[in-house]
């Protein structure tokens, strides 16, 4: 049974794209984008947005859902500017598992396509993947405490709006969850930290333990987020403040293996041209000048 349109809220859709790091998008162009989905799409789009907001998604779902933005976005635009133009079919997501788009530096997580403006015949072209055909592996990586839980995972900084030419930063995301103390966590009350262009090679400093202990602040909409990491030599001690709520999460170095290992990946992503001694040669120099902007010796 396919999802009403009129049940995918924009509203919902704006509030999950801009909790996960992916703004630039009007609600007038996200109610022309849902009003504009074929039929056959919107159950696997509610599901999408679905697992976006619950932070069940995989690497593919936040790529698929900044290209469908973007052309969501086009679309609305060439409309608006041609408005006595008939409007178009617009915002068609197709997915193409066979082709890969050359242009990709790493096409083993890009292989899809997102159409806007055009309804392709084929009906195989016309669905989203489901989670269960997708080849992709889910790059995130979960470590369980006594008292809360920590997830790392990929995520996205999309600025095209706002810095045209700019091209997508890929980053990590940190959520927290506390424990209800029976074995479960609480993830609808988590804190989630998106790491900013600038904070990333710090982030891997900090694993590499070349920064025994950083701050990074001023995030949200009320810029009251805080993350902390410290050195503790059995274990890193990763600590997420909002406000007045604080969860932190030790992670021992059997994990923190991982996290480096993730969040040099995207490293490697967002500069393809370097080989991986050349990066880590950058973030160890970046360390060293934030240590002396710190006053560390």
Request: net charge neutral.
């Amino acid at each position: 049974m396919q999802k009403d349109k009129a049940k995918i809220n924009p509203r919902w859709v704006l509030h999950t794209l801009t909790h996960r790091g992916l703004p630039g998008i009007s609600l007038d162009a996200l109610e022309f984008g849902v009003a504009g989905l074929a039929p056959e799409l919107t159950e696997e789009f509610h599901a999408l947005v679905d697992r976006l907001h619950n932070g069940s998604d995989q690497l593919v779902d936040m790529e698929t859902m900044a290209e469908w933005s973007r052309g969501t976005k086009k679309a609305f635009a060439e409309r608006t500017s041609f408005a006595h133009s008939p409007p178009t079919k617009s915002s068609a997501i197709i997915i193409n598992a066979q082709e890969q788009e050359p242009a990709r530096p790493d096409p083993e997580t890009q292989a899809f396509q997102v159409i806007a403006g055009d309804v392709v015949a084929d009906p195989k072209r016309q669905a989203l993947l489901h989670p269960k055909q997708q080849r992709f592996v889910r790059e995130s990586h979960h470590v369980f405490g006594s008292k809360a839980a920590l997830c790392i995972e990929p995520a996205l900084i999309d600025d095209a709006v706002t810095h045209p030419g700019t091209p997508v930063f890929n980053t990590l995301s940190v959520e927290m969850a506390p424990s209800t103390g029976d074995g479960h966590y609480k993830w609808e009350d988590k804190i989630t930290f998106r790491l900013t262009r600038r904070e990333l090679s710090l982030f891997v400093a900090a694993m590499m333990g070349w920064i025994p202990s950083i701050s990074m602040s001023n995030h949200g909409p009320n810029k009251d987020k805080t993350l902390e990491i410290s050195d503790q030599g059995n274990s890193l001690f990763i600590k997420l403040r909002q406000a007045k709520r604080a969860i932190a999460v030790p992670v021992p170095a059997e994990e923190v293996f991982t996290v480096a290992t993730l969040a040099l990946k995207m490293l490697v992503r967002n500069s393809p041209e370097l080989d991986s001694q050349t990066l880590m040669l950058v973030v160890k120099r970046t360390a060293a000048m934030h240590q002396k902007t710190e006053g560390v010796s």
